[in-house]
């Protein structure tokens, strides 16, 4: 025990710049994947089922989270439009699912929807 302590005592420097190193070696940068699409996006053939997979379990129903109900074409584009809705499904620090963000093509279909004119079908 004594051998460890006086190895310690003598390297401290290089112990410390030792795990300084391996911190910043394992921090990265967020690479956000780019996603283009180019076919038009439907509520009803695209988003309707990026919304039940990810959203509805806890956003349906008359006690939805937040009171964010996501039931049907005319909530979700509402909770679209108002930005609610592609805010937080882009949130890094409070992402919707809270299980973590959705897949980056997911997230460009819904965005994409919206930029095409919320078409339902």
């Known amino acids: ?3 460890i302590l006086r190895f310690f005592k003598k390297n401290i420097f290089q112990f410390a710049l030792m795990i ?11 690479t956000i994947e780019e996603v283009v699409i180019t076919e038009r996006v439907t509520f009803d053939a695209d988003v309707n089922i990026i919304i039940t ?3 509805l379990p806890c ?3 008359n006690f939805a989270a937040g009171g964010v109900n996501l039931e049907g074409y005319t909530n979700v584009r509402n909770a679209t439009e108002n930005g609610n809705l592609l ?8 992402p919707m ?5 959705m897949a ?6 819904i965005e994409q ?7 339902e079908n």
């Open 1 to 3: 025990m004594t051998l």
């Open 20 to 30: 300084i190193m391996i911190s910043l070696s394992s921090c990265s940068t967020a």
């Open 53 to 55: 997979n990810n959203c």
């Open 59 to 61: 956003h349906a129903g």
């Open 87 to 94: 805010m937080s499904i882009n949130s890094v620090s409070n």
């Open 97 to 101: 699912p809270q299980s973590g963000l």
């Open 104 to 109: 980056p093509n997911l997230i460009a279909i």
């Open 113 to 119: 929807w919206a930029i095409d004119g919320y078409l």
